[in-house]
């Protein structure tokens, strides 16, 4: 029997519509996905999104990103007291010249926040050598403006008077630093991308002190031995933890941790990760630790310890790998590096003056740093915030865990003790050796390689960029196209450089 000639029709209309219907499908998006959720991490969902559309809906790929904590923000996090208190727990601080960091606060509408280790705008500072505080300036408990002032110049004097000359030698080495690390803020166009760290660091002239240590560095600018034991090793023990021998970039960035104008941000500078992934359109997966990494094929599948699996085009690390197991086939390789643990204590109470050799509890300097002494139980201790005068919050950096014997020796009352130990940051080595940005020669991508370098928040903004535009340029077969937000960054910098 012959069909009835409109079923005809039909079987034709439809076998004819078949490749018009195929042409006219959307094409399948590529997935970047991104295993961490700290400043590496949302600032390269961020870049990825400001290179590749003005709308980030308008990319041609989607982004997934991995978070094996309940929150976002990695490394930056918050504390919080019985008192209703927040305090940065870890990443602290950022420098007046962080362009990256700067610009994330203006466009997230974030506030700007001056920090201070106590109510006092003129905090006094002590060395202390375990047995007795070497140095110590003045402080300031007047509100008044010009009684600060004077504060100010006559510790400024002390300073001098301690240290002469060598304090301008060590201004001009950790400007020179700064001054070479302000080209990765040039525009794209005259600002190659960069595959590896090393050619990273040699274009902007900074490799050469990742090759010999701080202290060799300092001493041949001319550093004064007094100013090396002393207030150079406070800061690098305050802000890397560790002393004259590590490399001389991170120990440039450490002393630059120590300049006026330091800030961060109200309310915790984890808001920065938070609201950069927000605005970058992420599919994100907060308590979800990824196992394995394999490459399949044409795909990358990333496994949890949820038992879930997911396919990518390209997968990016911006955690630290050396203390995740995260499982790679094939295998990677990368130097072996271990993580610096910072203990951070948070105790409500009051210091013991007796413990310090001193009568009284105002005799105690509002920063205790701390020399190179074995055994030295911490790194130094900070007032956060005076609630009285025998009621204060402190801020206790040390290289161990503060057991509860050892601060009933430090403090004569204890309401309140808050531990937190972090992997913070790499343990510095010169001559130091760098991981590969790209981990197997496709496109599977490593942002904290740039962390033997020095590990702050904006070196990880500014490692996370070039990664973004290293993924544009290999995966997508095209360079960064938003040189006009570029071009606006350049100019918004130094207004908001000014008012800050």
Not at 78 to 99: M, Q, R, W, Y
Not at 130 to 147: E, I, Y
Not at 158 to 169: D, E, M, P, T
Not at 246 to 263: C, D, P, R
């Amino acid at each position: 029997m012959r069909p009835p000639l409109a079923s005809t029709f039909t079987v034709l209309i439809c076998l004819l519509s078949l490749p018009l219907l195929t042409a006219h499908s959307s094409p399948s998006r590529a997935t970047v996905c991104i295993v961490g959720s700290g400043i590496g991490g949302s600032s390269l969902a961020h870049f990825l999104r400001l290179y590749s559309s003005p709308n980030p809906d308008g990319a041609a790929f989607d982004i997934r990103m991995f978070e094996r904590n309940g929150v976002v923000g990695g490394r930056m996090a918050t504390v919080d007291l019985s008192s209703g208190d927040v305090f940065e727990a870890g990443a602290s601080i950022l420098h007046p010249k962080n362009f990256y960091a700067l610009k994330f606060t203006k466009l997230l509408n974030l506030t700007v926040k001056e920090p201070s280790s106590s109510s006092s705008s003129s905090p006094s500072l002590g060395i202390w050598d375990d047995q007795k505080f070497v140095f110590k300036t003045l402080g300031c408990k007047s509100d008044l403006p010009f009684v600060q002032k004077i504060v100010s110049y006559a510790n400024s004097l002390l300073v001098f008077l301690r240290y002469g000359f060598s304090l301008l030698k060590m201004e001009r080495f950790v400007q020179s630093a700064i001054g070479n690390f302000l080209k990765y803020y040039e525009s794209h166009e005259f600002r190659p991308i960069f595959e590896s760290v090393d050619e990273m660091l040699k274009w902007a002239g900074l490799y050469n002190l990742t090759t010999t240590n701080l202290g060799l560095e300092l001493s041949d600018a001319g550093l004064s031995p007094l100013l090396l034991q002393e207030l150079v090793t406070v800061i690098t023990r305050i802000n890397y933890g560790q002393s004259l021998a590590i490399s001389g970039l991170a120990g440039a960035v450490s002393l630059a941790g120590a300049e006026e104008g330091l800030w961060s941000i109200k309310g915790g500078n984890w808001q920065m990760a938070s609201g950069l992934i927000n605005r970058s359109n992420v599919d994100l997966h907060l308590h979800e630790e990824i196992e394995s990494i394999s490459f399949v094929e044409k795909y990358y599948e990333l496994n949890s310890t949820k038992g879930n699996s997911y396919k990518c085009e390209v997968a990016v690390v911006a955690t630290p790998l050396d203390e995740v197991n995260i499982r790679f086939t094939p295998p990677i390789s990368i130097p072996k590096r271990r993580l610096q643990h910072t203990h951070a204590t948070f105790v409500r109470g009051v210091l013991n003056p007796e413990y310090f050799g001193l009568k009284a509890v105002s005799e105690i300097p509002e920063l205790v740093g701390t020399i190179e002494v074995p055994d030295l139980p911490f790194s130094s201790i900070s007032v956060l915030k005076r609630h009285d005068e025998k009621d204060m919050t402190y801020k206790i950096f040390s290289r161990k865990p503060m057991d509860g014997a050892l601060l009933d020796s430090i403090f004569s009352l204890r309401k309140e003790a808050i531990r937190i130990d972090w992997g913070a940051y790499p343990h510095y080595n010169a001559p130091e050796v760098f991981a590969p940005f790209i981990l197997d020669a496709r496109h599977l991508y490593y942002v904290n390689a740039f962390e033997n370098a020095a590990s702050t928040m904006e070196t990880s903004a500014v490692a996370a960029e070039n990664i973004a535009r290293l993924v544009l340029s290999r995966f997508f077969g095209k360079p960064p196209s938003s040189s006009s937000n570029l071009g606006s960054f350049a100019s918004d910098k130094e207004t908001f450089h000014a008012d800050l």
